[in-house]
């Protein structure tokens, strides 16, 4: 049955051509990116704000500003927590790389997002 299961998956992957998916030593399926395409290791995010954004140095908006973020510009989120309520939203951002967070009011995730 194994072998039946293995055989389908591999024939339907050459079907489908590269970055399809493989199988494992468990005869599960997993995808595989195409060749020469990296590999996302953090959610994409995208301001939704009209105006500038603030990263801030703790998920509420009486700490401080460490950077700034131009509207529809993409960023790596790192996690997610409970903060202070912006609009009705009480969930923050952990940027990747900046040490900071913002608010997930004005982000939009483009995939989910772990837990801090």
Not at 11 to 40: D, F
């Amino acid at each position: 049955m194994k072998r039946a299961v293995l055989a389908c998956a591999v024939g339907a992957a050459v079907l489908i051509g590269p970055g399809a998916a493989t199988a494992g030593a468990t005869g599960q399926l997993r995808a595989v990116p195409a060749h020469g395409a990296p590999r996302a290791t953090h959610p994409v995010g995208e301001v939704v704000s009209d105006a500038a954004l603030h990263v801030r140095q703790k998920p509420t908006v009486h700490s401080g500003v460490v950077k700034v973020l131009r509207p529809h510009q993409r960023i790596l989120l790192n996690c997610q927590k409970r903060g202070g309520w912006v609009d009705g939203n009480p969930v923050w951002y952990r940027i990747q790389g900046s040490n900071g967070w913002v608010s997930a009011r004005f982000v939009h995730n483009l995939q989910p997002v772990r837990p801090c």
